[in-house]
């Protein structure tokens, strides 16, 4: 199992639960935080920090966000990252799954 950061994080991108991540498996894509699956030791320690409900464990991850399981996955995939052993020697990434950079964004306040 691993931790999944579904749809409700696409535009917050809060960080929150960056710090509380003990392997820095959590990496910044443009609209959106994705964790790396190859990289989560499943510990949980980032699903309280976040303030938008966004992160579940894949197994309770919520009928309607289940594509976020093969997102967060396929994020690393579509961005040439693969498993680059933390995100702090990454940084933000100027890029995005396809689905999430295709996501409607909501009208600004």
Same mark, same amino acid.
């Given at each position: 199992?691993?931790?999944?950061?579904?749809?409700? /994080?696409?535009?917050?991108?809060? !960080? &929150?639960?960056? &710090?509380? /991540?003990?392997?820095?498996?959590?990496? =910044? +894509?443009?609209?959106?935080?994705?964790?790396?699956?190859?990289? /989560?030791?499943?510990?949980?320690?980032?699903? @309280?920090?976040?303030?938008?409900?966004?992160?579940?464990?894949?197994?309770?991850?919520? !009928?309607?966000?289940?594509?976020?399981?093969?997102?967060? =996955?396929?994020?690393?995939?579509?961005?040439?990252?693969?498993?680059?052993?933390? =995100? =702090?020697?990454?940084? @933000?990434?100027?890029?995005?799954? @396809?689905?999430? +950079?295709?996501?409607?964004?909501?009208?600004?306040?």
């Amino acid at each position: 199992m691993t931790y999944v950061i579904g749809p409700t /994080c696409i535009d917050v991108k809060d !960080a &929150s639960c960056v &710090s509380k /991540c003990p392997v820095d498996c959590i990496y =910044a +894509g443009e609209r959106m935080l994705y964790i790396n699956p190859d990289e /989560c030791i499943d510990c949980g320690a980032c699903e @309280p920090a976040c303030p938008v409900e966004a992160i579940y464990p894949e197994t309770f991850l919520p !009928a309607e966000y289940q594509e976020f399981t093969d997102i967060n =996955a396929g994020f690393f995939e579509v961005t040439g990252l693969k498993a680059p052993g933390g =995100a =702090a020697g990454v940084g @933000p990434v100027d890029a995005d799954h @396809p689905v999430v +950079g295709a996501w409607p964004q909501l009208p600004a306040t």
